[in-house]
């Protein structure tokens, strides 16, 4: 009996290191598999933002930095996507999304232009599966 | 303790001061020399290595952990509309009451805000702000709380078994930006080294109070369930006090000095900017606090918050057993001291749970969406702090020279 325990506590601590490499293997894996190495070259590089944004957002961004606009809203139709409404808050700080009647506002260009609001900035931000070509647009809504 | 170990502790306790104070002079204002951070940072890897060389390994998993987190994107959902982005609200302004304004509710503006503004500093280091370099703050947040933990564990290969069990348990959340495995492991590091104190009461010191109190201060300044973690604390301290049938006043120097701190720099301002928890809310729609307490006690809800602490928390609770199983087989004459230390430890968690359970008793939220979107976390953080309560449990009681 005394053998066969001892026979087993021989097998113990290999077993515990294999089975903690075979776990810390899982988790590497499953890390890199998020990854992206090449980030870290754009590590110091003014603004740089990774993956989760969406184009729309990076395209609203450079369109309100363009015409020079720090506060505006957004369209019914990005205020109702949940994401987009979210990165557009919070990625196009410091320029404030408000709600309500505001000189600017954006929309996606397949929504109807309303007045007052008139065009005076578009761009476009590439092509969705669902709703095709896509742009991003910017209206002046006050005199 | 030992020389070594002691210079370890005193470093940890270091980078613990010089994180807070980064957020406390964004509270003036201004912004810590990066330097000071890194020479912090510097001082708890010499501190490490001197102990024993095998803690290169430690140096190693920092540096891993440090390019894991540079290069995977901020995705998720509560890294950048809260933590991320009261960062960069914090770097932009240089103030880190910026978020007192309210701007963007749904980012939560009441939560403190120590990672971000770790975040913030960072970025001034470069002058500039982007989604990659200023991640690094979870890096520097998370190694105090690890140099902590190898700390008061007696091996290295404990202390792995701990650190594979929090990715096991926290999967993504321990690196994407959230808080709760970060607090997880500042939970486990504060009860841990509590109970070493207990244990080895010669080494209560200057030392072991200042950094003790700071690991609770850092809590509190983390996420918001370090209040709730607190007041766990408070009823483990009270557990203790009963055991003892006295109360040490260091013991209540450090219960408390935290939480003046942190009344003062944060929950002043936040309360003097009438902004409030949303789980606070009361309308017409979800009622009050109470009709919802009321209404979840009442019906079915309890079910299903404790469906989820069984499938979250169940697994370390038995691990936990086991430990307390082999502890008293191996200690046959019971080390009463380790006892009732524990005893405040076990305490301390189940407050800890029960709170949390309140929490989802009273969320205006629909509770199946709630427990859906958070359990996992919130749970598994306690769960993680019961981990690492078994993992030194099993472990050959630390020498007394």
Same mark, same amino acid.
């Given at each position: ?14 077993? &515990? ?23 870290? %070259? ?9 993956? +989760? ?91 | ?109 009441? =939560? ?47 202390? &792995? ?19 709760? &495995? ?153 080390? &009463? ?22 929490? =989802? ?6 509770? %199946? ?7 996992? %976390? ?9 981990? +690492? ?13």
């Amino acid at each position: 009996m005394k053998q066969a325990m001892i026979q087993a506590s021989r097998f113990q601590r290999p077993l &515990f290191l294999i089975i903690l490499v075979a776990i810390w293997v899982t988790i590497i894996a499953s890390a890199s598999r998020r990854a992206e190495i090449s980030v870290l %070259r754009h590590s110091f590089e003014p603004d740089y933002a990774v993956g +989760a944004v969406p184009a729309a957002a990076i395209a609203a961004r450079q369109l309100a930095r363009t015409h020079a606009v720090d506060r505006l809203s957004l369209s019914p139709q990005i205020a109702a996507e949940h994401t987009l409404n979210q990165r557009m808050n919070e990625f196009l700080y410091p320029i404030r999304i408000e709600t309500g009647d505001t000189t600017h506002r954006l929309r996606l260009g397949e929504e109807t232009e309303l007045p007052p609001c008139k065009l005076i900035g578009f761009k476009y931000f590439g092509t969705d599966i669902i709703r095709g070509v896509t742009s991003i647009v910017l209206e002046r809504c006050a005199p | 303790m030992n020389q070594r170990e002691l210079a370890t502790e005193w470093a940890s306790t270091l980078l613990l001061a010089v994180n807070l104070l980064a957020s406390y002079f964004l509270a003036a204002g201004l912004f810590l020399p990066v330097a000071v951070l890194g020479v912090a940072m510097f001082a708890v890897m010499a501190a490490l290595l001197a102990q024993s060389w095998s803690n290169i390994t430690i140096a190693i998993l920092t540096i891993g952990i440090a390019l894991v987190v540079l290069s995977s994107p901020i995705a998720a959902w509560d890294a950048r509309s809260i933590w991320f982005f009261h960062a960069k609200r914090i770097f932009l302004h240089g103030d880190l009451y910026v978020v007192l304004d309210n701007y963007f509710p749904l980012s939560h503006n009441d =939560y403190p805000n120590l990672v971000p503004a770790l975040a913030a500093t960072l970025a001034h280091a470069v002058g500039h702000w982007n989604e990659v370099f200023p991640r690094l703050a979870i890096v520097v947040a998370y190694v105090p709380a690890l140099a902590l933990l190898r700390l008061c564990l007696p091996s290295l290969g404990a202390f &792995f078994a701990l650190v594979t069990l929090l990715f096991v348990i926290g999967r993504d959340y321990v690196l994407n930006g959230y808080m709760d &495995f970060l607090i997880a492991v500042y939970m486990a590091s504060f009860l841990l080294l509590a109970l070493r104190t207990a244990v080895h009461w010669e080494e209560a010191g200057t030392a072991r109070w200042t950094t003790l109190s700071l690991i609770l201060l850092t809590i509190l300044n983390l996420k918001n369930e370090g209040m709730l973690f607190y007041a766990a604390v408070i009823a483990g301290g009270a557990a203790l006090a009963l055991l003892y049938r006295k109360i040490q006043l260091p013991v209540l120097a450090v219960l408390t000095t935290p939480m003046v701190i942190f009344y003062v720099t944060w929950l002043h301002p936040v309360k003097s900017s009438s902004i409030a928890s949303d789980l606070f809310v009361d309308d017409v729609i979800v009622g009050n606090v109470f009709t919802r307490l009321f209404q979840r006690l009442t019906d079915l809800s309890l079910l299903t918050i404790s469906q989820s602490l069984v499938i979250y928390f169940g697994p370390a609770a038995l691990l936990f057993a086991y430990s307390l199983l082999r502890f008293q087989q191996k200690h046959d004459a019971n080390d &009463f001291v380790l006892h009732r230390g524990m005893i405040a430890a076990v305490v301390t968690v189940i407050a800890y749970l029960g709170g949390m359970v309140m929490i =989802y008793c009273v969320t205006p939220h629909d509770l %199946r969406w709630h427990i859906a979107t958070s359990a996992d %976390r919130t749970f598994g953080a306690a769960a993680f702090v019961v981990c +690492a309560l078994a993992v030194a449990t099993l472990q050959p009681a630390p020498s007394k020279d």
